[in-house]
């Protein structure tokens, strides 16, 4: 861990943040750290893609997908002080693990090839009957295992560059869908189905900004990958960050849209109104 700049303030999320988080499902903490992190990891990123930055020829794949980073700039983008604010204004302070790495990349070419992983879903977070079957993995109404969803932008990423697709709102119709199958949870593949059709009514944000940005989502939030028009690679990491103490019962800004999504009851068409 390192601390940032004097030129870079230490803040925490403001007030006005933390409440669009309990409402829309997300906020896109800015700088959250350095540029010259991001390209230090993009470096390490394109060596392992077996592609050449400066030969579109060799972009052959839509998506390629890299392994967990643990080396060092990839530690420090994960735990900067500003990083470190926002996750206590929204977890709360001593109730999030510090991230050893930066999870997996999906790296994203531009293609006309369909990527074939685009489908709207909810991130699982702990294990089902087969820790090494990930499509068995599991989500319950207290986010076991999960206290975000992070995606870290190491590349600028407009709206042609395959930003990923985030249904606002679509965390609060979450809770009623999981809340009867109780600490058990509902596996990957019947939650996506379920959530999926409850939030087709949520407006749908794109994940856009500037390498170093941050968008802290609830783990409850719909989203998807989409095809790459554009004209540069997309990195981007998609870390979880764990949490160290239950989620529900510590009175934080997630646990709180959990609450508001039981108390709203099941959602879509007849159910509640879409955000915004």
């Not at 949490?243 to 068409?269: D, F, H, K, Q």
Request: include cysteine; charge should be negative.
């Amino acid at each position: 861990m390192t601390s940032e700049t004097p030129e870079t303030p230490v803040t925490s999320l403001a007030a006005s943040e933390v409440a669009s988080f309990v409402e829309n499902g997300f906020v896109r903490v800015d700088e959250a750290f350095p540029r010259e992190l991001a390209a230090e990891c993009r470096d390490v990123l394109w060596r392992d893609t077996g592609c050449d930055p400066d030969d579109p020829s060799t972009w052959t794949h839509s998506v390629v997908r890299l392994g967990d980073y643990a080396q060092e700039p990839f530690r420090r983008a994960a735990n900067t002080p500003r990083l470190h604010a926002a996750f206590d204004a929204l977890v709360g302070a001593g109730r999030w693990e510090p991230r050893g790495s930066l999870g997996t990349f999906p790296v994203r070419f531009p293609s006309e090839e369909a990527p074939g992983d685009d489908g709207w879903h909810i991130d699982a977070s702990f294990p089902g009957d087969d820790p090494a079957d990930f499509m068995s993995y599991r989500v319950n109404v207290a986010s076991r295992g999960r206290a975000l969803l992070m995606l870290f932008l190491l590349s600028d990423v407009g709206e042609d560059e395959a930003p990923t697709r985030i249904r606002v709102g679509s965390h609060l119709d979450v809770p009623p869908i999981l809340e009867p199958a109780g600490d058990a949870g509902l596996g990957f593949m019947e939650l996506a189905g379920r959530a999926v059709q409850a939030t087709e009514h949520r407006p749908v944000a794109l994940a856009t900004g500037r390498a170093g940005d941050v968008y802290l989502c609830h783990p409850f939030l719909v989203h998807a990958a989409q095809p790459h028009r554009g004209g540069r690679p997309r990195f981007m990491a998609q870390p979880p960050l764990a949490p160290a103490a239950p989620v529900r019962g510590g009175g934080s800004p997630v646990e709180a849209a959990i609450r508001r999504g039981l108390e709203a009851g099941p959602a879509g068409p007849g159910g509640a109104a879409p955000v915004g």
